[in-house]
């Protein structure tokens, strides 16, 4: 990967040359080949292996320049996060020296995970992320060209007025790729009414429609507000129904307009939402299980919503997923634990203690803290509960927390192991 300090030669793209880091001094500077003046070239060739070198191109005309930004619908594989398969905005180097999108191996850090998801080597039980500010700036001095998003906006502009007419797939990606090239270039579709066909192409399970739906999303509280009010909520409600590629993208877009609170009442009392991310959690493959979780999360924040949560039967679901090592469905079952109906039906699910202590004694800071959370209101529901938690090890295992450095784990777990006294 593009400025890994594992000492590994970098990627050559056209008019810009990647030198190999230096040893012993991190990432190497970015430099750029002047097509102008020789001795720049000159200057170039002297720090530049070898095999990076290549004779500046030929100029291109006007033409064949459209021509070749219009072609531009791939990035190289050194730009993708490979866990999300996605161009990276903020890439960060794991210890493996392997670059991800900090989100994405955030989310994978969080769900317990401490192996590079690359070589499924061992990492640091607290492994540092380490901004990568030489691939960061190489992505974007290749990113989208004013070219192409002068193409992109006319495309944008083509769908105004359309009304009910579907755009063609080709448009759809120019407008994806609007969205994608920053806060200008999102308003542009918000304002050129071309949010509408998005719509339709998600509602029919477009994934390029969602994705531009989700960068729409995150133009702002009022971008958030305007796209829940223009039927979002139905078109990405259909889109996670329906499953497949675009499910994952649609259930991301849904956690994002759902972080404004007007929104998540609106979400939560759609009758399609909760029930479609339930059955994501039971039918979707890991990722799509992993944003449904998420998005959940987002949504349980309202208590009315943990109700909704519990009647739509995601409580089993998640205690599986959790059960395989995700923190953020064990966060939601805490926020579950907080009704009375949720700790009900949690307390009626096979293993769930033996699920949460397993949790409590492997899991991430933020998983055993509220696996701790849970044990404690389903334990003091129920003294069989409670009984089954004693013979699993509970208690020595809250002996063992209670002088965790983490506060909240400590706290958590001399009330655990009070409400087992009481057993």
């Not at 029930?275 to 299980?289: D, F, H, I, M, T």
């Not at 805490?334 to 202590?357: M, T, W, Y």
Request: glycine fraction near 8%.
């Amino acid at each position: 990967f593009l400025g890994s300090p594992d000492g590994l030669p970098t990627r050559s793209l056209p008019h810009i040359i990647i030198p190999f880091p230096s040893t012993g001094s991190g990432l190497s500077p970015i430099r750029t080949r002047s097509t102008t003046t020789s001795s720049s070239a000159s200057s170039s060739s002297s720090t530049v292996p070898h095999a990076f070198r290549s004779s500046p191109p030929p100029a291109a005309t006007p033409r064949a320049h459209a021509m070749e930004v219009s072609k531009q619908a791939s990035w190289p594989d050194d730009f993708l996060c490979p866990i999300s398969l996605e161009v990276m905005t903020d890439p960060v180097i794991l210890p493996s020296g392997h670059t991800f999108e900090r989100r994405s191996i955030q989310r994978w850090l969080d769900g317990g995970h401490r192996t590079c998801p690359v070589t499924n080597l061992p990492l640091p039980p607290d492994p540092t992320l380490i901004p990568n500010h030489a691939l960061r700036r190489l992505i974007a001095a290749v990113s989208v060209s004013p070219a192409a998003v002068s193409a992109d906006k006319a495309l944008a502009g083509d769908c105004q007025g359309q009304g009910a007419v579907p755009a063609s797939s080709s448009s759809v990606l120019g407008m994806l790729r609007l969205a994608k090239s920053g806060p200008a270039g999102r308003r542009e579709v918000l304002e050129s009414g071309a949010v509408a066909v998005l719509l339709q192409h998600a509602a029919a399970g477009d994934e390029a429609a969602a994705r531009a739906l989700l960068y729409l999303s995150l133009d702002g509280d009022d971008a958030r507000v305007g796209l829940v009010a223009d039927g979002a909520v139905d078109a990405l409600c259909a889109a996670v129904s329906a499953g497949g590629a675009a499910a994952a993208h649609a259930a991301t877009a849904l956690t994002s307009l759902a972080t404004v609170g007007v929104n998540k009442c609106t979400i939560g009392a759609h009758p399609s939402a909760v029930p479609a991310l339930s059955r994501l959690l039971w039918r979707g493959g890991a990722r799509e299980r992993r944003e449904a979780a998420t998005t959940l999360y987002e949504l349980c924040k309202l208590p009315e919503n943990r109700r909704r949560t519990v009647r739509a039967g995601a409580a089993p679901a998640l205690v599986e997923l959790a059960a395989n090592g995700s923190a953020r469905a064990v966060e939601v079952l805490g926020l579950l634990a907080k009704n009375r109906e949720g700790r009900h039906d949690l307390s009626r699910i096979p293993d769930i203690v033996a699920v949460l202590c397993t949790v409590a004694g492997s899991g991430n800071a933020r998983a055993i803290d509220q696996a701790l959370v849970v044990l404690n209101w389903i334990c003091s529901e129920s003294n069989e509960l409670a009984m089954e938690a004693i013979k699993l090890g509970a208690f020595q295992l809250c002996e063992a927390l209670v002088n965790d450095d983490n506060c909240k784990i400590a706290k958590n777990a001399v009330e655990l192991a009070r409400t087992l006294e009481k057993a």
